[in-house]
């Protein structure tokens, strides 16, 4: 659960950082009105808390993050995929 006036879980936090890069927060910041890269950035490491004028942009960041994952788990699956068509060709 996100809250405003709190920092992000520390969870919520490693995933960000995981699953989303400096180029996605920079769309991000692109599609939000008057929140830098700075700060959303400093959400995402948990040295600022959440506001109500910077959740629409953490919002996006959590839903990229959980687009990036997705793909992940598609290319991992993918991969395994590849590997067993390898492996039974030996």
Known sequence: MIKTREAISPILSEYLKEF?????RADIISKVNGVSSSTLRDVMYR???VS??????VKLLLLKASENAEAKIQKARNCKKEIKKVIDCI
């Open 20 to 24: 989303t890069t400096k180029d996605d």
């Open 47 to 49: 040295r600022n808390s």
């Open 52 to 57: 109500e004028y910077n959740l629409p942009a």
